[in-house]
């Protein structure tokens, strides 16, 4: 019987997790991850202790979870971003930039067609004195993009997940380098 390690990002903390899936293995540290592999989402969305802490609804949780469906995809939420951001809600878009499903220029692509005025020019974001990724803040949205990072960035980058999660909640930018330099001084 095989491992399965799931990382749970509960009140700001790490809670590793091993438990037994049929006979596949994913989330050791020395085995490679294969991008278009979405068992492992499906095995651990549907755990009733993850839905409990993502909020689900029990009444109308899923009997099966499916990832990237691309018939989602196949109408635009732009009017949505519109929606949302003239309700002043504070919106990050995120993208690893190794992506294999949603590529980050099209998430680019996605933010040019919004027509947002630029805030700030893209640069890179820093964690601990690292470049994490890329961000452009625009008018009521935040890009931000997550260096060697697939579509799920807290399964690749769980540390760079948490730190924008933490940005995020404290109505903060992710830190740039003349920020890095400053905290450090």
Same mark, same amino acid.
């Given at each position: 019987? *095989?491992?399965?390690?799931?990382?749970?990002?509960?009140?700001?903390?790490?809670?590793?997790?091993?438990?037994?899936?049929?006979?596949?293995?994913?989330?050791?540290?020395?085995?490679? +991850?294969?991008?278009? !592999?979405?068992?492992?989402?499906?095995?651990?969305?549907?755990?009733?202790?993850?839905? *409990?802490? &993502?909020?689900?609804?029990?009444?109308?949780?899923?009997?099966?979870?499916?990832?990237?469906?691309?018939?989602?995809? &196949?109408?635009?939420?732009?009017?949505?971003?519109?929606?949302?951001?003239? &309700?002043?809600?504070?919106?990050?878009?995120?993208?690893?930039?190794?992506?294999?499903?949603?590529? $980050?220029?099209?998430?680019? +692509?996605?933010? $040019?067609?919004? *027509?947002? =005025?630029?805030? #700030?020019?893209?640069?890179?974001?820093?964690?601990?004195?690292?470049?994490?990724?890329?961000?452009?803040?625009?008018?009521?949205?935040?890009?931000?993009?997550?260096?060697?990072?697939?579509?799920?960035?807290?399964?690749?980058?769980? *540390?760079?997940?948490? #730190?924008?999660?933490? +940005?995020? &909640?404290?109505? !903060?930018?992710? =830190?740039?380098?003349?920020?890095?330099?400053?905290?450090?001084?």
């Amino acid at each position: 019987m *095989k491992e399965f390690t799931a990382i749970h990002i509960i009140n700001f903390e790490f809670k590793i997790e091993l438990f037994h899936v049929d006979s596949w293995v994913v989330g050791h540290i020395n085995e490679k +991850y294969d991008p278009c !592999s979405e068992k492992h989402s499906a095995v651990y969305f549907i755990r009733p202790e993850v839905q *409990k802490e &993502l909020h689900v609804i029990p009444a109308v949780a899923p009997a099966r979870w499916d990832t990237c469906r691309i018939q989602d995809s &196949l109408r635009s939420v732009l009017d949505i971003y519109h929606e949302l951001i003239h &309700l002043g809600l504070r919106i990050w878009m995120s993208s690893g930039d190794i992506d294999a499903v949603i590529a $980050v220029i099209s998430t680019r +692509y996605s933010i $040019v067609a919004l *027509k947002l =005025p630029t805030v #700030t020019p893209l640069h890179s974001w820093y964690d601990e004195g690292q470049v994490g990724g890329l961000t452009q803040e625009y008018t009521g949205l935040i890009f931000v993009s997550v260096q060697g990072a697939g579509h799920e960035v807290p399964l690749h980058r769980p *540390k760079h997940a948490l #730190t924008l999660i933490k +940005y995020f &909640l404290s109505g !903060s930018s992710v =830190p740039s380098l003349e920020e890095v330099i400053i905290i450090n001084s």
